[in-house]
């Protein structure tokens, strides 16, 4: 297999010494007279799970966008592999090792899953318009190891019943599925995973953050993930980052978050009595 097989990176523990996958420094973002980011910054280690919580409003879809290069930021500097990410543009992201999902699925809607997943290779691929157009062996042998990488992935996630089907007649579970396999289609180093719980039931949001777990486990992917549901957030994750109007008001450990008066305050509007 080439370079579009899934690899299963050598698993380390991240080390407090080494350098981080991921460094957010001072990045700030105004839309007009409105402070959507005021100076965030963290640091994630290679295979970790870090949850970037906050109330709505507070500015973790904005800071997603800006990892994806949707927005730019006004200030600051996101740094990937140690390098700035600033001066690529959001097409070129998965091929630098980072993937995503959204908050509102954007998967195409009259096309089967089995297609859905394939459109997550294109970062990966080297044929251009002219050896596509001549079938040469090439794009032969690539499209039929995209086909067998996407088989791969739709039997990992339990979606080989459903392979065939328009992705409008699913229930959302299964459509968070099939993006989350789109995704790792690009065999991403960072994977950013935009409320993956939404529209989930107790059962299935237990499950996800089993699949999540695991996926981290057997890919070894580093995983940021925003999510409102705080049982999820607080099970899976070894570090919290907390978000309140645009600002970073804690970091640290689940437990350390979960019990920071301004955490608390955000979320409730009172300190815990």
């Not at 297609?115 to 001549?134: C, E, M, P, Q, W």
């Not at 529209?199 to 089993?210: A, D, I, M, P, W």
């Amino acid at each position: 297999m080439t370079s579009l097989t899934l690899q299963s990176r050598a698993q380390s523990a991240p080390s407090r010494a080494a350098a981080p996958l991921l460094a957010v420094d001072n990045v700030g973002l105004r839309f007009g007279g409105i402070v959507a980011l005021d100076g965030i910054s963290f640091e994630q280690h290679e295979g970790q799970i870090l949850g970037l919580i906050g109330p709505n409003g507070a500015g973790k879809t904005t800071l997603f966008n800006c990892l994806s290069r949707l927005y730019t930021p006004d200030r600051g500097d996101i740094r990937f592999t140690g390098k700035t990410i600033l001066s690529q543009p959001a097409h070129k992201i998965a091929g630098i090792g980072i993937s995503r999902t959204f908050q509102n699925l954007a998967l195409f809607q009259h096309m089967n899953v089995f297609d859905n997943i394939r459109v997550g290779f294109h970062s990966t691929t080297k044929s251009n318009y002219l050896s596509d157009a001549l079938n040469l062996g090439g794009v032969r042998r690539q499209d039929e190891e995209i086909e067998y990488v996407a088989w791969t992935l739709i039997d990992y996630l339990g979606l080989r019943a459903d392979s065939k089907r328009i992705v409008t007649d699913l229930p959302v579970g299964t459509r968070k599925r099939v993006e989350l396999a789109r995704a790792l289609a690009a065999n991403p180093r960072l994977l950013l995973l935009d409320e993956p719980a939404g529209g989930l039931n107790h059962h299935e949001v237990e499950h996800l953050g089993e699949l999540i777990q695991q996926i981290r486990a057997d890919r070894n992917v580093t995983v940021l993930l925003v999510e409102h549901h705080m049982s999820l957030v607080m099970s899976i994750s070894d570090k919290v980052v907390a978000l309140d109007f645009g600002r970073k008001i804690a970091e640290g450990t689940p437990a350390e978050v979960q019990n920071d008066p301004d955490v608390i305050r955000a979320y409730l509007g009172t300190d815990r009595k």
